[in-house]
């Protein structure tokens, strides 16, 4: 099975720290998402990667940057946080083929105090 | 732009009952992917069905199957024979077909479905 694991389940920051989210990918997936999931909101999306050193903003990218130097692993990255980003992030990947379907990590809960 | 609504944010359901989950999606494309995806109260998110939107056949995955009516822009999960393990958050979601390698998801708000022993 495709294994997406996202390095930290629970963190607790301050206000303007920068924080780090990472995901690594075991299956050699080209597409790598990061959705943030909000109750009453759904999960939107906010950014992509479609290959290595290629991002595309998604819905709701301000506040956010991402980083793939490596396929394998894709991370988000808040330069400096503020409490309204405290929410779960979930990290996904895919493959090229236009067919598959999302697989996805278990979830990072941010928390900015 | 694509939209994707599910108008009810809970549902209950006994279990052994069936319950309906429902999702309508707004597009002008003909050609599309739907999808519902579960997470449970661990989180992690799987996927529980996909269907085609150029098969006229409703998609069924055992226990699960969905009502997909096209002209009406109607994806429904139904789950039979509920069971404990079936409380989750679920999400309906759609893709458009032809978008090459960076086409994305958009999911709607979620259900969150709880079933009573």
């Known amino acids: 099975d495709v294994k997406v694991t996202q390095s930290s389940r629970y963190l607790v920051k301050r206000t303007g720290e920068k924080v780090f989210l990472e995901c690594v990918q075991d299956?050699?997936?080209?597409?790598m998402f990061w959705y943030r999931q909000d109750p009453g909101l759904g999960l939107r999306l906010i950014y992509f990667?479609?290959?290595?050193?290629?991002?595309e903003k998604g819905d709701i990218p301000e506040g956010y940057s991402v980083s793939r130097e490596k396929k394998e692993r894709f991370s988000l990255i808040l330069e400096s946080a503020s409490t309204n980003q405290t929410s779960m992030y979930l990290c996904a990947s895919r493959d090229r083929a236009w067919a598959n379907v999302l697989t996805f990590g278990a979830g990072s809960r941010l928390t900015v105090l | 732009a694509q939209t994707v609504t599910q108008s009810q944010p809970e549902m209950s359901v006994q279990e052994a009952e069936t319950v309906t989950l429902s999702c309508t999606y707004d597009t002008s494309e003909s050609d599309y992917y739907l999808f519902w995806y579960k997470q449970p109260p661990s989180r992690q998110m799987i996927l529980v069905i996909r269907?085609?939107?150029?098969?006229?056949q409703n998609a069924t995955e055992n226990r699960f199957s969905v009502n997909f009516q096209k002209a009406a822009k109607s994806f429904s999960l139904k789950i039979s024979d509920s069971q404990l393990g079936d409380a989750a958050m679920y999400f309906c979601?759609?893709?458009?077909?032809?978008?090459?390698?960076?086409?994305?998801?958009?999911f709607g708000k979620g259900i969150t479905l709880s079933v009573r022993p």
């Open positions: 299956m050699d997936h080209e597409n």
């Open positions: 269907q085609e939107a150029y098969k006229q």
């Open positions: 979601a759609y893709r458009r077909l032809y978008t090459g390698a960076n086409s994305k998801l958009t």
């Open positions: 990667s479609y290959d290595v050193k290629m991002k």
